[in-house]
Nanobody, 124 residues
């Protein structure tokens, strides 16, 4: 059974940093493109970043470009999202998801597995 578990969320002041982790069990993340999504209160879930399984290509939402960095450590079966210069509008539940294939996308229906999410709260 494939499970994704996010960690690293918390409360941080504006301008601060957090690093989220997405750890997998029951499978090897090498086979998957991994995406990070977030859902703020009262808003729809949106794509934040994704990293391809094959060549490590990355993709970012415009709102986080230059502030967030996605990376993967296949040896640890973990994907990370380094979030810097956090702003109150980054407050959301952050989810990681796994897509079996190389496609970089924010289309949620293409993702096969989802984690339960981790809360990130940025105070002003």
């Amino acid at each position: 059974q494939v499970q994704l578990v996010e960690s690293g969320g918390g409360l941080v002041q504006a301008g601060g940093s957090l690093r989220l982790s997405c750890a997998a069990s029951g499978t090897t993340l090498n086979y998957y493109t991994i995406g990070w999504f977030r859902q703020a209160p009262g808003k729809e879930r949106e794509g934040v970043s994704s990293i391809s399984r094959d060549d490590g290509m990355t993709h970012y939402a415009e709102s986080v470009k230059g502030r967030f960095t996605i990376s993967r450590d296949n040896a640890k079966n973990t994907v990370y999202l380094q979030m810097n210069i956090l702003q109150p509008e980054d407050t959301a539940v952050y989810y990681c998801a796994a897509l079996l294939g190389p496609t970089l996308t924010f289309i949620e229906e293409l993702y096969d597995y989802w984690g339960q999410g981790t809360q990130v709260t940025v105070s002003s």
